[in-house]
């Protein structure tokens, strides 16, 4: 007798892991910001070079040194965690949107891929611009302030999980918004507010106690603080802590993307 072998329905042809369709949206997220190199990189350069030109000029000359150190000093990591943020946000939000908006959001729904991997694909995309962008702002800052991270390795770890945690948020956000207006809405009312109000500028021990409290609730105030120990050595918190909260944070909104490309939510019909 002849072997046969049966064909289970539910297999899927690729394997676990669909490889290829995974590389191919990482690619093509990368290459959606690479391709727009002075928006995506050079943009954020120049933006953090004015932050910290007007504070200097601005606050520097009549403000001592904050947490030990200099201030355009304290607040350079908080500038830097902060363009961070937002790149990666805003490259994993406006790929959804603009791909809901044009009526081809099918073709990324269409290939066999999982929620899983959807949302490795799109973080692929948000990581990489806030990585490239994270290097020539250090860069940038190196060579125009001195300013040289102390801690490399607990940096790098800060800055990628800044930038997953954004891409993250960036793909419920581009999910749940259907038009240009409601993510300007998402951007104005919850990201901004959230970046600024999180330490960037300032300690927040030189908050009221009920305002510090609430500070404490913001997962974006670990991740700049966790990068300004990375630059400066110096932290208003535990950098442990601020790691493991980080890390909570972005599984919790991975979790969620990956829950809405699973199962189509605003995305189908």
């Not at 404490?216 to 802590?241: E, T, W």
Request: aromatic fraction near 12%; include cysteine.
């Amino acid at each position: 007798m002849s072997d046969t072998t049966r064909y289970d329905p539910g297999a899927r042809r690729f394997g676990q892991v669909n490889w290829l369709g995974l590389y191919t949206l990482a690619a093509r997220e990368v290459m959606r910001f690479a391709n727009v190199w002075t928006q995506t990189l050079l943009a954020p350069l120049v933006t953090a070079g004015l932050f910290i030109v007007i504070f200097t000029i601005a606050i520097g000359p009549q403000r001592g040194d904050v947490m030990g150190v200099p201030f355009t000093h304290f607040i350079a990591p908080g500038i830097l965690m902060m363009t961070v943020i937002q790149n990666a946000f805003a490259n994993c939000s406006s790929s959804i949107v603009i791909s809901k908006v044009q009526g081809n959001i099918v073709d990324t729904l269409m290939p066999p891929l999982s929620g899983a991997e959807m949302v490795l694909g799109y973080l692929a995309g948000g990581v990489a611009r806030g990585l490239f962008v994270a290097v020539v702002i250090a860069l940038g800052f190196g060579l125009t302030l001195g300013l040289w991270p102390a801690h490399p390795l607990i940096m790098l770890v800060f800055v990628v999980l800044g930038a997953a945690f954004l891409s993250g948020l960036g793909m419920v956000a581009g999910v749940f918004a259907d038009k240009f207006d409601q993510m300007a809405a998402i951007t104005n009312f919850i990201v901004t507010p959230l970046a600024f109000l999180s330490g960037t500028f300032y300690s927040v021990e030189a908050l009221p106690a009920v305002l510090r409290e609430i500070t404490h609730f913001n997962p974006i105030f670990y991740l700049i603080d966790g990068a300004r120990y990375g630059m400066l050595g110096v932290s208003d918190s535990a950098p442990m802590l601020g790691f493991v909260i980080a890390v909570v944070a972005t599984l919790a909104i991975c979790i969620l993307a990956w829950w809405m490309f699973r199962t189509g939510y605003r995305l189908k019909g």
